[in-house]
């Protein structure tokens, strides 16, 4: 607070010390400044100088920036006059107590006074407004800062409370497969190794491609159907385009763990995934359903839980207007619709 206070002195310093030094020279009749010069230039800044404070501390926080405009303007137009008038009753009684060894008289008609007043108070008003404009500027640049930052930890928040839980699922679901010499272990395996890959290394950026995130979401289809076997109906449709867009990584997949979690994986016989994405014209829609099993053994509420609050929380931020999102929970079903303006490369 010091140095702004400080830094602020040093700004009205310097613009005094340059408005003196232009007008001193304006004045002068001679290449030589006398001292009659600095007396007269002195005594002409009076009146500038109540203008402008009266300007700056009064006139612009009370009625420009809590948008008065009209009363602004009044008042403004009702100093500029002031400051004229003012310049003048200087010259003609304040300058006998100020300089008595001297005798001015106002050397400039009311019409050119009004000239200088109007140059010295619209000048500090734009000085005003264009500081406030650059704070806004850097105000929005920090906002945007924090909203990358906060997408960033969100992102590492989301990513650290998938790993743990879906690989130890997974690897179980892997070593059943591994005693029974499975035919189809090396292929899951691969299929693992590609989602521990895009998880570890590929999504770490703000926006990743779309088709990458598309077949991650496959791998980890088909590597659920795995878990449930055949007591879950899994279904999933991709439709459209997916070259040459982008898109948030793990916006989708909290909905689809969602959906096993209180759905597909209570192992029972009418236990139904379904899932569509579709991709027309750079809009992502996407629509879940998921059955609740009547006979759960606890009361489920597939709303809330971490991952579905960090992902209302990242597409808040990470894109505001441009997407739509609904979840619903009737007595035997969960859904989700989500639509999504996405990024082009």
């Known amino acids: 607070m010091k140095r702004v206070l400080q830094n602020r002195r040093l700004h009205h310093l310097l613009f005094w010390g340059l408005s003196f030094y232009v007008l ?35 006139l612009i926080p009370g009625f420009l920036r809590r948008e008065k405009y009209f009363l602004y303007m009044l008042c403004f137009v009702i100093v500029w006059i002031a400051v004229a008038y003012m310049n003048e009753f200087t010259f003609e009684y304040v ?86 010499k499975s035919d189809e272990t090396p292929g899951y395996i691969l299929q693992l190794s590609d989602l521990m890959r895009y998880m570890i290394y590929e999504s770490n950026d703000q926006h990743v491609d779309l088709e990458k995130e598309i077949a991650y979401i496959t791998n980890y289809l088909e590597l659920q159907k795995l878990r449930c076997k055949n007591k ?6 991709i439709e459209g385009e997916l070259k040459h867009q982008k898109i948030a990584p793990f916006l989708m997949i909290p ?32 629509d879940l ?19 579905i609050e960090n992902v209302k929380s990242r597409l808040e931020s990470l894109y505001p207007n441009k997407h739509d999102l609904h979840l619903s929970k009737q007595e035997d079903e969960y859904k989700v619709a989500l639509k999504l303006e996405l990024n082009h490369e």
């Open 24 to 58: 001193i020279h304006y004045f002068s009749y001679e290449e030589k400044l006398s001292k009659i010069d600095y007396v007269y230039t002195a005594l002409f800044h009076i009146s500038l100088v109540m203008g402008v404070y009266i300007n700056l501390l009064f």
């Open 95 to 180: 300058s006998d107590f100020l300089a008595p060894n001297y005798f001015f008289i106002s050397s400039y008609e009311i019409a050119e006074l009004l000239k200088f007043s109007i140059v010295y108070l619209g000048l500090t008003t734009l000085l005003k407004l264009s500081e406030s404009w650059f704070k806004v500027i850097e105000t929005e640049k920090r906002l945007v800062e924090m909203k990358q930052k906060q997408s960033e930890t969100e992102l590492l928040a989301l990513k650290s409370n998938i790993h743990p839980h879906f690989l130890f699922n997974n690897l179980n679901s892997l070593y059943a497969l591994a005693r029974k």
């Open 232 to 237: 879950t109906r899994i279904r999933y449709l």
């Open 255 to 286: 909905f689809i763990e969602n959906s096993f979690k209180h759905g597909g994986l209570n192992q029972f016989d009418r236990d139904i995934i379904d899932l569509s994405i579709r991709i027309e014209n750079g809009i992502l829609e996407m």
């Open 289 to 307: 359903c998921n059955s609740i099993p009547k006979q759960s053994s606890k009361e489920i509420d597939p709303i809330g839980g971490f991952g």
